[in-house]
């Protein structure tokens, strides 16, 4: 059965049986160690930070989000802005936090790191190539318009959002610092409970079983050069 002749027949199947299909789901297997799901949260976070004048104003921050595939296990960093450089050095912090290195990184279509988006192979950007090859991991971007491929850490992100928000009612505005400690605090909670009634099993628990699996960290540099294309006109001024 050829790929044309498959997409036929299911097209054909759908279309006669809209009840049975309507909800029909993929079930994403990973490997221990395998892949570490990355996103942005749409919300961000907003903390008290000093300007130049020394004069303290709020400041949003950006909340990067990593969860393994396998274990669910999440960590999260802030960054000022979704910048190449910011998401470069979130999977760097990621990779610190979480001590090892997975096989590969899965992501979305961000244009920071994909330069040309595409359902089977996405064109990644020279600075995002070269930090998988000093991690030696590979990195894949999903399918446009596809944030289900990525269903982990778009739940990660949904369930971080929501304990960020029931804890800042309880407490005062957070400099930066206090932010961190707050993020480090939900991710271990959230980590600490059970992943599902089926594995009765805790997010820590699981995540030992990868443990060996990871490669390992090597220190790395985050130095991101932003390229600029320049025109030359004909009396050879820029």
């Known amino acids: ?29 990973y490997r221990p160690g395998q892949a570490l799901l990355i996103d942005y949260s749409g919300d961000g976070l907003t903390v008290l930070e000093k300007a130049d004048g020394q004069e303290i104003k709020e400041v949003k921050k950006q909340l990067f989000v ?10 999260a960093v802030l960054t000022p802005r979704q910048t190449r450089k910011d998401w470069l050095y979130a999977i760097d912090k990621s990779f610190e936090i979480l001590g090892k290195v997975p096989e590969e990184i899965v992501l979305d279509n961000s244009t920071s790191l994909v330069l040309k988006a595409d359902k089977f192979d996405a064109e990644l950007c020279k600075e995002l190539k070269e930090f998988c090859d000093h991690y030696e991991v590979s990195a894949h971007a999903v399918a446009p318009g596809r944030p289900t491929f990525k269903a982990g850490v778009e739940r990660s992100v949904g369930i971080i959002q929501q304990e960020i928000k029931k804890r800042l009612l309880h407490l005062p505005p957070l400099t930066a610092q206090g932010a961190e400690v707050l993020l480090s605090e939900v991710c271990k909670d959230i980590n600490s409970r059970k992943l599902s009634e089926l594995s009765r099993r805790m997010g820590f628990e699981i995540l030992e079983v990868e443990d060996s699996r990871f490669g390992s960290v090597k220190a790395y540099h985050i130095d991101v050069i932003e390229s600029f294309r320049l025109a030359l006109r004909n009396d050879l001024n820029m």
């Open 1 to 29: 059965l050829s790929y044309s002749s498959f997409c036929e027949g299911y097209s054909k199947f759908v279309k006669e049986n809209p009840s049975k299909t309507k909800s029909l789901t993929i079930h994403q297997a």
């Open 66 to 75: 990593a969860s393994m595939g396998f274990s669910g296990y999440v960590v």
